[in-house]
């Protein structure tokens, strides 16, 4: 009938229009994309994050082939870039970005793939100090490349050892450069501390560390620094030495560690009040004290050079103020040790400094978005790292929060009297609020006054601190660096007497219980939705946000918690956490504890109820499941009678013929399993190991063994999912 009355062509028509509307609903979002073209650069950095973090979730290490098929994306989608339509532009720069994050993810391993040491060492240990750093116990650290173990292998040796020297070890005070002797304890660096915690083997991998360990035997000087070695470790280590003898408190540590980045003069003391009063920033080595320094430098030799008539007239000073501070900014960068946070402050003051140069507006998201595609594609792994993660999040929020106030602010109708007081307030809120949800989810806590002593420190830091190190290092040379030092020394004085005040006020910190998977990701990307789309479509940013609070707040902790190496079992109680052992595996201790949200030290937190017996007997009883941690001289000579007893039976030892009756947990197959994590269900006790995946960082598989070890216990193993079954 409809044929009739629009005859064939009206039918074909009708049919045409209605393929054109629908291909029109189809394309429209590709032609917003591609109408928006001018501001989506920005989303390069989120799209190669997105590939990176895809291909770090991977349970094993791709093969080749994904590369190639990768790379050969990569090169499609380009090659329709170049010939296709203009609406699939957007489609293709996803394809392209998430392809060249796998390419960068895949040469970055291979760039750094070394040996780590596949046993427990000790013995001698000979190498070249690259490194003198304390560890979390106060204990000084050096770092050695050059290795050199007894009857170890060449191609088994790793690259770089980290030793701790325990108590006051004898011997020669070593500096960079040096090629010193010690006996050590090795062994390769320790995964994770529970299923899902950070992987500490894997930053390890990155960073070439092959192994760590102890010693409290003498270091002895193999033979000294070779002329013209390690030149800038040797010049960090000699200005920091030089600064703290002029400045020897801990105020002139902290000054030290500000200006050059080595902190092996500051102790843990000082780091905890910093860390709990929210100002350990200013010690990091970022964009803050970048910024402070270069704008210092920026200024004097502008305005030093406009007080110079002939020059100024001839010359723009501003270009050639820009050019020297890149120099200074370079030479800092390497001075300071070059970690993340600083090769991104880096990254900006180029492409600040460059757009002074060509006469171009230099503080944008553009800008910050470069830096992040280059730190991105050079190194991959600094993703997952909070110094990354923090550092981005306050540069962006400053830059797009101050954008916004300055849209809604006239700067104009304030007066100039109250701008700098307005600009200190708003950037301490706007980079607080920031970087809050990195800080609780990687540190499990909350500064709750951390703004009032950013106030009382910041403009301290900025106008005090820092420019007085600037006039030291100029004034060294003629040796007239005492003045300054002494401004800097007061200066630093101030922010720890501030930092130790306010976190010793109560309720300074507050616990945050480790957030669920996925709960960062969704943050980070329903702010940078808020932050980058335009018009009133970015309010859905906010949905991500509010799933991933709901998810956080409604995240399970587990029921049980084993260390690798069956030393110390946590058991979810009544007040909390409550630890089998008072001392040992502090590591493990301390992490369960920070991922729950407590601020318990492992001494009270073992006194807590929730297991029964005797420290070298603990019993729990969870989901019907009996178990009993056994610990001590007499703890196989007991292991017989507790598996008569138990369900499940953790020992630090390692048994050849475990008994009948119950599954046994000793360090054999926890060498296999990592740390493992229990959870209540019903009938028993779900079990989640750590090592379950196999990428180039993770410990090589074990052969056998684990059948005979679980099978006294079948009914439970049927449900653990462990590896090798």
Not at 487 to 494: I, L, P, T, Y
Not at 553 to 566: C, K
Not at 662 to 673: E, F, K
Not at 692 to 700: D, E, I, L, M, N
Request: aromatic share 8%; proline share 6%; net charge positive.
């Amino acid at each position: 009938m409809l044929g009739a009355v629009l005859g064939p062509g009206g039918a074909r028509n009708k049919v045409a229009a209605g393929a054109a509307s629908l291909r029109d609903v189809l394309t429209w979002p590709l032609r917003r994309l591609a109408e928006a073209r001018g501001n989506l650069f920005p989303w390069v950095p989120v799209l190669i994050a997105c590939g990176i973090g895809w291909w770090f979730s991977l349970p094993q290490e791709p093969g080749l082939w994904h590369y190639g098929l990768a790379f050969l994306v990569m090169a499609g989608a380009g090659l329709l870039w170049r010939l296709g339509p203009e609406v699939l532009h957007p489609l293709l720069a996803v394809l392209i970005c998430l392809s060249l994050a796998w390419v960068a993810c895949g040469l970055r391993v291979w760039l750094v793939s070394a040996p780590m040491l596949e046993f427990r060492y000790y013995g001698p240990v000979t190498g070249r100090v690259v490194e003198i750093d304390r560890s979390q116990t106060d204990a000084l650290r050096l770092t050695l490349d050059r290795v050199w173990l007894e009857r170890v292998a060449r191609d088994r040796t790793p690259e770089r050892v980290r030793v701790s020297l325990r108590g006051k070890v004898p011997g020669h005070a070593a500096r960079p450069g040096d090629v010193v002797m010690l006996t050590a304890n090795l062994a390769a660096p320790d995964g994770p501390a529970e299923p899902g915690a950070f992987d500490f083997r894997r930053m390890a991998f990155f960073d070439g560390l092959g192994a760590v360990g102890y010693t409290s035997a003498p270091v002895m000087l193999w033979h000294e620094a070779e002329a013209g070695a390690r030149p800038i470790d040797r010049l960090r280590s000699h200005l920091s030495a030089a600064m703290m003898a002029a400045m020897p408190s801990q105020a002139g540590a902290y000054a030290a560690g500000a200006m050059t980045g080595d902190r092996s003069g500051i102790t843990q003391e000082t780091v905890a009040a910093l860390r709990d009063s929210s100002l350990a920033h200013l010690l990091a080595i970022s964009g803050m004290n970048l910024a402070f320094l270069i704008g210092f430098v920026f200024a004097l030799i502008r305005y030093g050079l406009a007080l110079v008539p002939y020059v100024a007239l001839r010359v723009s000073t501003k270009k050639v103020a820009a050019v020297v501070s890149l120099g200074v900014a370079a030479f800092y960068l390497a001075l300071s040790g070059s970690n993340v946070a600083t090769q991104r402050a880096f990254i900006m003051v180029c492409v600040v400094l460059g757009a002074v140069l060509l006469d171009r507006k230099a503080l944008t998201l553009r800008s910050a978005a470069l830096a992040g595609i280059v730190l991105l594609l050079w190194q991959p792994e600094s993703l997952l790292e909070p110094g990354f993660q923090m550092s981005f999040a306050a540069t962006v929020a400053l830059i797009a929060g101050f954008r916004e106030v300055d849209r809604r602010v006239a700067a104009g109708r304030m007066p100039r009297l109250f701008m700098p007081v307005f600009t200190l307030v708003l950037s301490s809120v706007i980079g607080g609020f920031a970087t809050a949800p990195y800080a609780a989810a990687h540190f499990n806590r909350f500064t709750d006054y951390g703004l009032i002593a950013n106030l009382l420190t910041v403009p301290v830091m900025g106008a005090v601190v820092m420019p007085a190190g600037a006039v030291a290092a100029l004034l060294a040379p003629l040796g007239l660096a005492a003045l300054p030092l002494w401004v800097m020394e007061r200066g630093s004085a101030w922010i720890l007497m501030i930092a130790h005040w306010v976190a010793g006020w109560e309720g300074s910190v507050t616990a945050i219980p480790a957030p669920a998977p996925g709960s960062l990701g969704l943050i980070t990307l329903g702010g940078l939705w808020i932050i980058l789309w335009r018009g009133w479509g970015r309010v859905a940013g906010f949905v991500p946000i509010l799933a991933a609070l709901v998810m956080w707040a409604h995240a399970s902790r587990p029921a049980v918690l084993i260390s690798g190496d069956a030393a110390l079992v946590g058991v979810m109680g009544p007040e909390g956490r409550v630890l089998s052992a008072r001392k040992g595996a502090g590591f493990a201790a301390r992490n369960w504890l920070e991922n729950d949200g407590d601020l318990a030290r492992q001494e009270a937190a073992a006194a807590r109820p929730g297991m029964t017996g005797a420290e070298g007997r603990r019993a729990f009883d969870l989901a019907g499941v009996r178990g009993i941690a056994l610990k001590g001289r007499g703890a196989q000579d007991d292991l017989a009678m507790s598996c008569a007893e138990a369900d499940v039976v953790i020992i630090p030892a390692q048994i050849d013929a475990p008994p009948d009756g119950c599954l046994v947990l000793d360090q054999r197959l926890l060498r296999q399993t990592g740390p493992l994590a229990l959870y209540a269900v019903e009938g028993g006790l779900r079990v989640e190991a750590t090592r379950s995946v196999r990428r180039a960082w993770s410990p090589p598989p074990m052969p056998g063994g684990l059948p005979q070890v679980i099978r006294p216990a079948a009914r439970i193993v049927a449900e653990t999912g462990l590896p090798g079954q």
